[in-house]
Every structure is written in structure tokens, then in C-alpha cells.
T-cell receptor
């Protein structure tokens, strides 16, 4: 699996958009970008994934650069409940596992 | 709520003992994955089962074993427990859709004293 690089931590103001960057410069053509988050020792929660096109769902948007070497997860209106560790993972679809790194600790402040 | 259930939520036991953790996947999901999260190791993949058969192994100790039953629920058995086995254990499941997104359960917190 390609490795990812994320900032260790970031703060965000409640109500503002949170933009979480992820670098995956060695990503292969058949690897997807997945985002999960973990809120205080709860089970990791799936957020969104994509291959090359930008994706949006009810939780977030995923912007993938044209060369696919980096991506940004956007939480459009952060709330206090979005405080969590966010993991960016690249994975071949047929692969069996998710390889979690250290993630980005996001703190949303009132 | 992901639809994946795990029992028990908490487990406290002593070194040398054996415990069984249980996971029920989302309805219709054939794959079950087990992960361990300890303070110093982060989230680590242990093992995957698909429709009753072992599909892949990760960093799973020989003292640990798992199985998936005909009704697709899975059990993770941990034996000869050591202090270092204290961790959160998560189960995830995925379906047959092409992209096989994994959905995680709430976890079992194991404390070995």
C-alpha cells in the first residue's frame, strides 16, 4: 500500500470548513483514497473514498488532485462532534486490510 | 450505528487466562476483519475471514485465533493472555460491492491484570 503523510494535528473553529490534507505521492493507479475518523476510542467511522474524481456525501467532500499525489478532506461546517482523529488511507480495493497511520487529530473549538 | 455489533464491550481478566470476543457483521456482509488498537501500536490488522474461510493474516500472535461461523458471526479467541494484550479490539465487515468499504463495530476493551 502507498504510504500517506498527514499533519499531526490541526484546530478548526466551529461552523467553519475544516480542510484536512493528505499526501500520497507513491499512490498506484488502482489504489483508492479512503478517509476514516475515530472519535475517542470508538470504532473507526467510514467517511468517504475516491479513486480520481472528487466525491461528496452527506458527511464530507474529497478533493483529489489531478496527479492523485495528494487529497483534501473537507468537512463543510465543522461541529464540536467532529473532534476526532482522521485517517487517510490508500488501498487497493481487492486488498484485505486497512493500514492505519497516526492520522490527524482535529480539534474543533467553539 | 455501523450495523456491526461486538460483545462484550469491556472485559477484565488476569494474565494466563483465555477470552473470546464476538462480532456480528452487517446484514449480508460476508467478510469480517479483526483489528487491535493498543496505545503504542495504533490500529493493526489481525485477520480476515470471508464466508467462513480464513482469507488473510496480519500481525496476529500464535496465541490468538479466530473463526467465522455459518451464520457469519465471528469470534476472536485470545489465550495465555499477557499484560501487553490489553487493547481495544475492533471487528469490521464488508460486503460484496466492488469497493469493499469496511464498517467497524464499537469494539471490545480488554484489560489484562
Amino acid at each position: 500500500d502507498a504510504k500517506t503523510t498527514q499533519p499531526t494535528s490541526m484546530d478548526c473553529a466551529e461552523g467553519r470548513a475544516a480542510n484536512l490534507p493528505c499526501n500520497h505521492s507513491t499512490i498506484s493507479g488502482n489504489e483508492y483514497v479512503y478517509w476514516y475518523r475515530q472519535i475517542h476510542s470508538q470504532g473507526p467511522q467510514y467517511i468517504i473514498h475516491g479513486l480520481k474524481n472528487n466525491e461528496t456525501n452527506e458527511m464530507a467532500s474529497l478533493i483529489i488532485t489531478e496527479d492523485r499525489k495528494s487529497s483534501t478532506l473537507i468537512l463543510p461546517h465543522a461541529t464540536l462532534r467532529d473532534t476526532a482523529v482522521y485517517y487517510c488511507i490508500v488501498r487497493v480495493v481487492a486488498d484485505y486490510k486497512l493500514s492505519f497511520g497516526a492520522g490527524t487529530t482535529v480539534t474543533v473549538r467553539a | 450505528d455501523s450495523g456491526v455489533t461486538q460483545t462484550p464491550k469491556h472485559l477484565i481478566t488476569a494474565t494466563g487466562q483465555r477470552v473470546t470476543l464476538r462480532c456480528s457483521p452487517r446484514s449480508g456482509d460476508l467478510s469480517v476483519y479483526w483489528y487491535q488498537q493498543s496505545l503504542d501500536q495504533g490500529l493493526q490488522f489481525l485477520i480476515q475471514y470471508y464466508n467462513g474461510e480464513e482469507r488473510a493474516k496480519g500481525n496476529i500472535l500464535e496465541r490468538f485465533s479466530a473463526q467465522q461461523f455459518p451464520d457469519l458471526h465471528s469470534e476472536l479467541n485470545l489465550s495465555s493472555l499477557e499484560l501487553g494484550d490489553s487493547a481495544l479490539y475492533f471487528c469490521a465487515s464488508s460486503g460484496v460491492l466492488a469497493e469493499k468499504t469496511q464498517y467497524f463495530g464499537p469494539g471490545t476493551r480488554l484489560l489484562v491484570l
